[in-house]
């Protein structure tokens, strides 16, 4: 990697986007998209058309009191494993916030599809949100393929569907976008079920970090704990269950989705039942069996006594 002690093999920051997703993509699908090579980062202090999944707009405060990044990745795995970054994202998001909550009435996980979110030590301790209970989202995860040469779901970049590209110049371009709530104070977050690094107490207090030296720490954070778990995924040719599965069974602890009744809205309908499993859809037990849902927004279901 280029840059001396960073995990990034290229990291721009701009005062101010749209979004990073965006710029990046527009990079991607144009002359210069070489220059942006694997583990290439584009931050920005503040967004003003930053996106969600399913296109849901997200506007951070003018104080930069978020961390916004988007990072190019050329995995060299099968494309058909691809579907599996939102998760491996979120959990090196996860394992980056992890430290900077030990101490704290709180430990971090993931929700599926690509959320990061805190919990309680004590359930009782905090107010129950509808749909979320006492879990809160610090984290989201978007990624992104780009497939300038190929129309969608034919080979990219020429390559056959069973083939691993040979090397990151060969390889699928997908960009993964992060926003991690940092410095916001409650008033500042958008929904109840939101929190930051802020008002989790990790942060801006005592000998905690300020926000904006949080910010770098939980930046570079991310982009070894990327490297990390892309690399060990890729010795797994993709499949998280290969290779002993150990990349599976984190991926499978750490999700605080599973073993909970949900409801999922889908773009097909509301569904309803178990969460068993992912593959890397979420696989629900529902009353007519066993379902596999690849999109949508997941609540907690409330179980009656």
Do not use: Y
Not at 48 to 75: E, I, K, N, Y
Not at 105 to 125: E, F, I, Q, S, Y
Request: net charge negative; aromatic share 2%.
């Amino acid at each position: 990697m280029s840059l001396d002690g960073s995990p990034f093999s290229r990291l721009d920051t701009v005062p101010v986007t749209g979004s990073t997703q965006d710029d990046l993509r527009a990079a991607l699908m144009g002359p210069e998209r070489k220059s942006w090579p694997h583990l290439s980062a584009l931050r920005a202090l503040r967004q003003t058309a930053g996106r969600g999944r399913s296109g849901h707009a997200w506007v951070t405060p003018d104080d930069g009191g978020a961390l916004l990044v988007s990072v190019v990745l050329r995995p060299l795995v099968l494309a058909e494993c691809l579907s599996w970054l939102p998760l491996l994202g979120g959990l090196a998001v996860r394992d980056a916030l992890a430290p900077l909550v030990e101490d704290l009435p709180w430990r971090v996980g993931t929700k599926w599809p690509n959320d990061v979110v805190a919990l309680p030590d004590d359930p009782a301790a905090v107010s129950a949100v509808p749909g979320w209970a006492g879990t809160r989202k610090v984290a989201g995860v978007l990624s992104e393929l780009i497939t300038p040469e190929a129309a969608e779901g034919a080979a990219v970049r020429g390559l056959a569907p069973d083939a691993v590209p040979a090397d990151r110049d060969e390889a699928p371009m997908v960009i993964l976008g992060i926003g991690v709530n940092i410095g916001q104070s409650a008033e500042e977050l958008p929904v109840a079920w939101a929190c930051s690094l802020r008002t989790l107490g990790a942060v801006g207090a005592g000998h905690r970090p300020a926000s904006a030296d949080a910010a770098e720490i939980v930046l570079t954070a991310i982009g070894h704990q990327l490297a990390r778990l892309i690399r060990q995924w890729e010795e797994t040719g993709g499949d998280v269950d290969a290779a002993g599965g150990a990349l599976g069974r984190r991926l499978r602890a750490t999700l605080t989705t599973l073993g909970k009744r949900v409801s999922v809205q889908a773009p097909d309908g509301e569904i309803r039942g178990l969460a068993v499993d992912i593959t890397p859809a979420l696989m629900l037990r529902t009353r007519d069996g066993d379902t596999e849902v690849r999109a949508g927004d997941v609540t907690l279901v409330r179980v009656e006594s």
